[in-house]
């Protein structure tokens, strides 16, 4: 696959507007590839703030996230080493308890052409649960069992909940994920990184 016609695929992402309708900030596609790109990080959808920034992972989120793959800034943005590929592009909205959901559309229209383009031994970063529905097929039934089984989906997914600071709660309840997944998914992110 050519850089021009991922080029041409991102430009038509951007201007997706699907769902216009039931976004309530409006259409705003949030996504970064590149065909050399050894990550690809595939999350939820972009917050209030990443919206209005049109910056991907520009929040507590993205810090905290950033810090548990052990890699900079300038690593996180460049597109020919990480793809930041949400299941939903836009902004979905909020309820009293946080963000919607990703919009449903995004995922089945855009993901297969888009990681197409991505190297094929490339290590896929899934965060939260509806990452998980998608692309781990023998998950659990639960988020926490299912990144409980990391080790079992190495070396080419490494399953993660979302890094938002709402989570305190959860990473207080599972210690081993702090001591033994996160210097896992250091290592490998290194590993692909080093590739």
Known sequence: MSTTELEELLLDIRACTVCADSLPAGPRPIVQAGTSARIAIIGQAPGRRVHESGIPWNDPSGDRLRQWLGITGDQFYDPETVALVPMGFCYPGS?????????????????????????????????????????????????????????????????????????????????????????????????ALAS
């Open 95 to 191: 309820t009293t308890s946080g963000d919607k959901p990703p919009r449903p559309e995004c995922a089945p229209l855009w993901h297969e052409p888009l990681l197409a383009h991505l190297p094929s031994d490339r290590l896929d970063i899934i965060i939260g649960t509806y990452a998980q529905k998608r692309y781990v097929p023998d998950r659990e039934s639960t988020l926490t069992a299912t990144v409980a089984r990391w080790r079992d989906y190495l070396p080419g997914q490494i399953v993660l909940p979302h890094p938002s600071p709402r989570n305190r709660h959860w990473l207080t309840k599972n210690p081993w994920f702090e001591a033994e997944t996160l210097p896992a998914l250091t290592s490998r992110v290194e590993q």
